[in-house]
């Protein structure tokens, strides 16, 4: 089976409606979006049990996978933004906060240009 390889832009300031689209259809593809969602919330271990242990392992392994494919599709510059935040979720949470205060700051001319006749 050949391989398909998924190009997506850079996250900069100014493509973050269509960065945001394909990253979550590349989530769903890759069933990653329970865990950037936070739909698939972290087990937690009971007492040192064993199959709690690797379920929570799973998880951990799986949210690191979502997280570093949302860190490798964004400017170098975005990164310092993100420091601090180690889940997949709070990644996409904060590049959402920041984003949307950006295009909220923008003038509504910038936004939207609908004219009607």
């Known amino acids: 089976m050949a391989s398909t390889m998924t190009r997506i832009e850079f ?3 100014e493509n973050f409606d269509t960065w945001k689209i394909q990253m979550e259809a590349l989530f769903i593809k890759n069933d990653a979006w329970v865990y950037v969602s936070g739909e698939k919330k972290k087990p937690e271990i009971v007492s040192e049990n064993q199959a709690s242990v690797a379920v929570a392992k799973i998880w951990e392994t ?6 570093s494919d949302i860190i490798l599709s964004i400017n170098s510059s975005e990164l310092k933004e993100i420091k601090g935040c180690d889940t997949s979720r709070e990644v996409w949470l904060k590049l959402k906060e920041i984003n949307w205060s950006i295009c909220s ?3 509504t ?3 939207v240009n609908v004219h009607y006749d």
């Open 62 to 67: 799986e949210d690191r996978k979502a997280r």
């Open 109 to 111: 001319n910038e936004l």
């Open 11 to 13: 996250l900069n300031k």
């Open 105 to 107: 700051s923008l003038p």
